[in-house]
């Protein structure tokens, strides 16, 4: 028996741990404070912003690393943190309100690194400092602008199916049509029942004045209100992509609240722009019939409403809604055959349908992009939540060229700035409902740093004291054992910093110090193991293979059992839970690897295929 592995298991074992810690080296270049520059809507940072960045910078006597375009946004690195908040507010200074300055931390990896994917580790809020925001979802008004579809489709189906109705309003939590006789009605209940399941349909008749009385059933009413959480879910998420900060948290709290955690970001206004305050996309006919000035006036022709453009100017659109930007797919900006800018838009099949509905009656009639946000007003209703004003605006008037489908375009752009702004808020999406913010706050980047240095400081304490102990308690076979703790550790950090979207918490690194613990416990067990194995008077050699072999059906039993645990954690948990549970998990296969694998590697190494007396155990 001579305790030898193939050239190729060695060689695993060496590549997977030389990987890990090539991919956990970012981390120790740390990060540059740094201030970020981007364009609010219809602004956009170009070349000529950057050297008058930085002569501005130069004049001011500031001390800045460089100043780039990275990930889309001109971000002045600086060479420490006392410069920041001063660099901040020149800059804002200089830009003013057609850009945003906010506060960020750069990762300082080197070019190298950066070509071969390497990044430092995630951090979360509670480590790297950053804002949280908990918003509650207008449950409300997702219920009435579903019951605005409904009279939408109610309208459509009744006139393709040649049913003559008087009218068609909510009223409560239903939608009721009035009829001119029993008979159309009777036929309607009969046509809209047999068509739409998820609605309770009933005779509302009282008198000479014949009703249909419309109700979405209670599932309806729950998969309405599931939809319009987990819609505005994706759409937040996708407008802080789309602007590009960095390993945001959103999560759902409940079933009417959504989390947003932004680590790095120290600006609480910053933050708000992000997420668009609480915007949603409208498009509507222009009523090119009515007089703007009259409209100005105060005398609004029936049916319509006056909005304003972006630059101020009136323009008189119709009530009725044509589609809403959740139909929305897909947004590219781009140039017509004569190099003007445009919008190429992309929608889903429902979507495609009720455009190309509406649009074949209307080519040559403008179309308007309606952009509607609702911001606080500092007060607050009989509930205690803050009372939420609606404002418009008209970010775009184009024209129908043909008869539309799920793909088109937008015109009469402006500029391309502009172009790409429109096309980003129509890729990010339009809020199902409105939200608003219930619970805001900042956490420092001095408090994410002293958990930083606490939580580091655990770790090492931990593994000195383990690092110490083996040795003592198992001779050579404990330096093995050690060198399987620091290559855990490693390659830890390593796979944690190559996985997309995991995330280093203040628990995670609670997790890290626990599986650095289940490590050494692995080991202990081999090790004890084979000194039983020798106390029977096996030869070292044997003792070495069947301790190996022995120990590891306990050893797999008790990581196993754990691991479905951390799958359970991750699984049900949010927020720390889970940023445990992911370390955990991590930890156990890690730990499985170098304390089997690893250190069997360099035990054939050292004692396997030589006759040997003794062990050093």
Known sequence: MLNRYPWWKNVMVIAVIAIGFLYATPNLYGE???????????????????????????EQSIDFRSVAFEDGLALVRLRNDADQLKVKSLLHDLLGDDYIVALNLAPATPGWLDAIGAGPLKLGLDLRGGVHFLMEVDMDAAISKAQEGMIQDFRSDLREEKLRYAGVRAQGDSVVV??????TLDKAISFLDRKY??????????????RLSAKMTDEKLKETREYALQQNITIIRNRVNELGVAEPQVQRQGSERIVVQLPGVQDTARAKEILGATATLEFRMV????????????????????????????VVLRNQVILTGDHIVGAQSGFDEYSRPQVNISLDSQGGSKMAAFTKDNVGQSMATLFIEYKPTGNKDAEGKTILERQEEVINVATIQSRLGRSFRITGIDSPAEAQNLALLLRAGALIAPIQIVEERTVGPSLGQDNIDKGFMAIVVGLLALLVFMPIYYRKFGLVANFALIANVGVIIGVMSMIPGATLTLPGMAGIVLTVGMAVDANVLIFERIREELNDGRSPQQAIHYGYSNALSTISDANITTFITALILFAIGTGAVKGFAVTLAIGIATSMFTAIVGTRVIVNWVWGGKKIDKLSI
């Open 32 to 58: 540059d404070p740094a201030v970020q520059v981007s364009g609010t809507r219809g602004a956009q940072v170009e070349l000529a912003q950057l050297d008058e960045i930085r002569n501005f910078l130069t």
């Open 178 to 183: 009035r009829f001119r006789d029993e008979a």
């Open 197 to 210: 399941n998820e609605y309770q349909f009933s005779d509302a008749s009282q008198g000479d004045q014949f």
């Open 287 to 314: 009523n090119t019939d009515a007089d703007v000035r009259d409209a100005a006036a105060g005398r609004v022709p029936p049916g319509s409403q006056l909005a304003k453009r972006v630059d101020g100017s009136p």
